[in-house]
T-cell receptor
Framework: DGGITQSPKYLFRKEGQNVTLSCEQN?????MYWYRQDPGQGLRLIYY???????QKGDIAEGYSVSREKKESFPLTVTSAQKNPTAFYLC???????????????FGPGTRLTVL | SQQGEEDPQALSIQEGENATMNCSYK?????LQWYRQNSGRGLVHLIL?????REKHSGRLRVTLDTSKKSSSLLITASRAADTASYFC???????????FGAGTRLFVKA
């Protein structure tokens, strides 16, 4: 089955802890993305990567970090510097991140992070 | 500010009726996409319309794009209870490198 997976589905974090959210895709897509969604709101871009070993900050990168060592994996670390991390986190991928025709995004099921 | 803004924020209709959602944006775009999100789930891509297209159909979905007014509409015909979800428009700017999502329209279809 081709697709994009995220784990865990639910994650609880104590204040001051770093946590890492997993995102894996087997679609052979070059581009991957991390979004944050707060209740009743749209998606805000945290980081994106257009190719392996390269990534760019999105609109709300402060307090987050990523890596892209493999094409299929794009983990997101929520650091203790992120002051309000409770949210729903969505990972996505697309064939290309460039202004091409086929840049529709495929989303994972999401991880709900709660800070205790 | 958000590139795409949906209108209305929420919509409640009876099963069998048509649902129309609108999206406005601010800058020139390469394409515009519509996505659907069921509660607590990831987004699912519905349809992509390029800047040189004016209308596109997919099953019960009809999307229009008016680049002169910087607006798009999504029409769902003969709605079903299973269409209950949030619908987002997303724009890919000309010369840009990322897709920008609006805040969404929450559609509730009553059986």
């Amino acid at each position: 089955d081709g697709g994009i997976t995220q784990s865990p589905k639910y994650l609880f974090r104590k204040e001051g802890q770093n946590v890492t959210l997993s995102c894996e895709q087997n679609l052979n897509h070059d581009a991957m993305y991390w979004y944050r969604q707060d209740p009743g709101q749209g998606l805000r871009l945290i980081y994106y990567s257009q190719i392996v070993n390269d990534f760019q900050k999105g609109d709300i990168a402060e307090g987050y970090s990523v890596s892209r060592e493999k094409k299929e994996s794009f983990p997101l670390t929520v650091t203790s510097a992120q002051k309000n991390p409770t949210a729903f986190y969505l990972c996505a991928s697309s064939v290309t991140g460039l202004a091409g025709t086929y840049n529709e995004q495929f989303f994972g099921p999401g991880t709900r992070l709660t800070v205790l | 500010s958000q590139q795409g803004e949906e209108d209305p924020q929420a919509l409640s209709i009876q099963e069998g009726e048509n649902a129309t959602m609108n999206c406005s944006y601010k800058t020139s775009i390469n394409n515009l996409q519509w996505y659907r999100q069921n509660s607590g789930r990831g987004l699912v891509h519905l349809i992509l319309i390029r800047s040189n297209e004016r209308e596109k159909h997919s099953g019960r979905l009809r999307v229009t794009l008016d680049t002169s007014k910087k607006s798009s509409s999504l029409l769902i015909t003969a709605s079903r209870a299973a269409d209950t979800a949030s619908y987002f428009c997303a724009t890919f700017r000309t010369g840009g490198f990322k897709t920008i999502f609006g805040a969404g329209t929450r559609l509730f279809v009553k059986a």
